[in-house]
């Protein structure tokens, strides 16, 4: 890697003695800089956080949690904490990668050196021995999605100090717990600006120190809000004297304690919003940002030394990657092919004539889209195009709709993009292969399926899963989007990429190829990093709205923070009629389409780290559920393109199953005036 460059305008004027250094966390290491050279200590993975404790340095990492007393030897701290499983299959040969789970926070106890906290997208943990060895606290839900941790001593219901964990949940709000104390966690969201349906989510929370007097901060994500806990009463109450420096912010993360202020990251830059009076002169935060800016490789993270800060104390630095929030250029090939397009979904039944084929051609001209997404494996599991893939052939489900070669072609006569869907998991053709092979399972070895109860009776679903561990699922799935590519399309975009989450019997479904490790998300990821290597152009995939909007996977596997390393598009389903009919549905309700798209687009932005395009599929199809009874109709539709147009802007596609698509607008048209 070429050598950094930096100039470190703000410490020329000062005195800077040798030993001042600054220390930034980038995604290949770790840098430290001083006023007059910069140098890569360690050559490790991205570094997202620092902190330090006593003399003691701590790095969370995307390799699990780094210890070092000198800057020199960096020793991993990761005994107790959970290992996730990778499944690697190389020359039809299996191997596993054990790394790590993603760890969400990092921070120390104020007033014990040698006390962390950390937490994965499930469970707490503590350290007591200066990371040596970590406890599992637990979760105040079964549903994963902790973003954020504290640890300091508050007093429990007698009086006395105890030590206190503090957590933050994307569904279910923060909580507290005081394992001397009890196991049982508490919730503690009093006063906390809610979501439309849940609590609003937490993104950090941290202790400040004043005169021996320790006081709990904490800030939504998405509010723009800064809290103060009111322990006595567990309550937050809202920081509301100084809201400058954060009132044009869409996200804020990253707190940190300075001597008389809070310190923290918001979308383009650095804030802080004073806790002391006299307020601090405005702007002195510019140096540091301007310095972080011209830092080659990237920070994710900084740990900035009392002198180079001018805010009277060391402080740590994170999410640092907000500062390109809304950047626009595409940084890899496939980014920047895969970002901006729009278009609908066309049934590939429906393109087996010429004729069809053209109205679609005429609709994308006429609306002013350039994107085709069309099924070349379906829900059902048949493959609808020529396959001469004869690993492909061999399942029997190759039931073609088009010529792939005649389709391609003509499309590119109109260069119109086009996106190759592959139903992935839900395979009825793959389930029934050489006698269920590669299907999910019940308790007794049998295919399983779910089922539901209508009118008393259990009846089965309709759906036919196979499993996501099993390597053959993977290569069979990527045989076909490799054969595409090569044959014309331009992308590929997997749905059904996630575990069944219908059934009354859920319970009972096996896994036969599940290996020991193995999670939801190890399924998934592993498959994404085998298609990722096979597959040479943009990989996109569809998710729930819900695990768009919020920061879990809950039940699905579809985890975007983790899987957003793997692909290039990530495809939310905001549609408001799956929503609960009461979701965003605040005065005037007929925005409601909107605030869902304006608001979802971005916060799945933001979950997935800016590292994807985020073209969400917008609903062009009616349901008769209560709000589209009433408001279902083209300015609906409209409504949520100028939602995705105002929020981040990188494309989107209409869906209707039946593809029909009386109900849009030209691109760009506005709602009418009334």
Not at 285 to 292: D, V
Not at 324 to 333: I, P, Q
Not at 614 to 628: E, K, L, N
Not at 644 to 672: H, V
Request: aromatic content about 12%; overall charge positive; glycine content about 6%.
């Amino acid at each position: 890697m070429k050598r950094l460059l930096i100039v470190l305008a703000f410490i020329t004027a000062m005195s800077v003695h040798a030993q001042d250094f600054l220390l930034a966390g980038t995604r290949d290491g770790l840098y430290k800089l001083t006023a007059v050279s910069t140098q890569k200590i360690w050559d490790t993975m991205a570094v997202r956080k620092i902190i330090r404790s006593g003399n003691t340095w701590f790095f969370l990492t995307d390799s699990g949690i780094t210890r070092s007393d000198n800057l020199t030897k960096f020793d991993y701290i990761n005994d107790g904490l959970p290992i996730k499983v990778i499944k690697k299959i190389t020359d039809g040969e299996k191997s596993f990668i054990k790394k790590p789970q993603m760890l969400k926070d990092l921070e120390t106890h104020p007033s014990r050196p040698g006390t962390l906290i950390t937490a994965t997208n499930s469970a707490v943990f503590l350290s007591e021995d200066g990371g040596r060895h970590w406890r599992n606290l637990g979760c105040h839900t079964p549903v994963n999605g902790l973003k954020a941790v504290c640890v300091l001593d508050l007093p429990d219901a007698q009086g006395n100090p105890q030590l206190t964990v503090l957590a933050s949940h994307s569904i279910y709000g923060a909580a507290w717990k005081q394992p001397s104390v009890s196991d049982k966690w508490q919730p503690l969201s009093e006063g906390l600006v809610p979501g439309p349906e849940s609590d609003e989510e937490i993104s950090d929370i941290v202790v400040y120190t004043h005169q021996q007097k320790q006081e709990v901060y904490a800030t939504q994500t998405f509010t723009g809000k800064l809290y103060q806990l009111d322990w006595s009463a567990k309550r937050f109450n809202a920081v509301s004297d100084w809201t400058d420096s954060i009132a044009d912010a869409r996200c804020i993360d990253g707190l940190s304690p300075a001597a008389m202020s809070i310190v923290g990251t918001k979308n383009g830059g650095l804030f802080e919003i004073p806790l002391v009076l006299p307020a601090p002169a405005p702007n002195r935060l510019k140096g540091i940002e301007l310095t972080l800016k011209r830092i080659a490789s990237k920070p994710l993270s900084a740990w900035i030394p009392q002198r180079m800060t001018r805010l009277g104390k060391a402080v740590s630095l994170s999410e640092l990657w907000l500062f390109d929030e809304g950047e626009k250029t595409r940084k890899t090939d496939y980014l920047r092919r895969a970002a901006g397009r729009k278009g609908v979904y066309l049934p590939a039944h429906q393109a087996r004539t010429a004729t069809g084929l053209q109205r679609y051609f005429d609709l994308l001209e006429q609306n002013k889209l350039d994107t085709l997404v069309i099924d070349m494996k379906d829900d059902f599991g048949f493959v609808r195009y020529d396959s001469q893939d004869e690993e492909i052939q061999a399942v029997g489900a190759v039931r073609p709709f088009i010529q792939l070669e005649d389709f391609t072609a003509k499309a590119k006569e109109r260069k119109v993009y086009l996106v190759a869907r592959i139903v992935v998991f839900k395979d009825k053709q793959l389930y029934r292969y050489r006698k269920n092979l590669y299907a999910i399972k019940d308790k007794s070895g049998n295919p399983w399926q779910g089922y539901k109860t209508v009118d008393g009776i259990l009846e089965p679903i309709e759906e036919y899963w196979v499993d996501p561990y099993n390597e053959n699922v993977w290569k069979y799935n990527t045989a076909i989007a490799q054969e595409l590519i090569r044959r014309g399309f331009d992308e590929v975009q997997f749905d059904y990429i996630r575990f069944p989450t219908d059934g009354e019997n859920l319970y009972a479904a096996r896994y036969p190829a599940q290996e020991q490790g193995m999670d939801k998300e190890s399924a998934i990821m592993s498959f994404l990093a085998y298609a990722r290597e096979k597959i040479h152009a943009p990989i996109s995939i569809d998710i729930y709205g819900a695990n768009g909007w919020y920061r879990t996977g809950a039940r699905t596997g579809q985890e975007v923070e983790v899987l957003a390393d793997y692909v290039d598009v990530i495809c939310p389903m905001f549609y408001p009629s799956h929503f609960r009919q009461s979701f965003l549905a605040q005065k005037p309700p007929e925005e409601r389409p909107y605030r869902i798209y304006q608001q979802g687009s971005y916060r799945n932005k933001i979950i997935a780290h800016n590292k994807v395009v985020i073209r969400p599929w917008t609903q062009a199809f009616y349901i008769p559920v209560s709000y589209d009874r009433k408001y279902y109709n083209e300015d609906y539709v409209q409504r949520q393109v100028i939602g995705i147009k105002d929020s981040i802007d990188e494309g989107y596609a209409y869906w209707n199953n039946s593809g029909r698509y009386a109900d849009i607008r030209p691109d760009g048209l506005p709602l009418p005036q009334k």
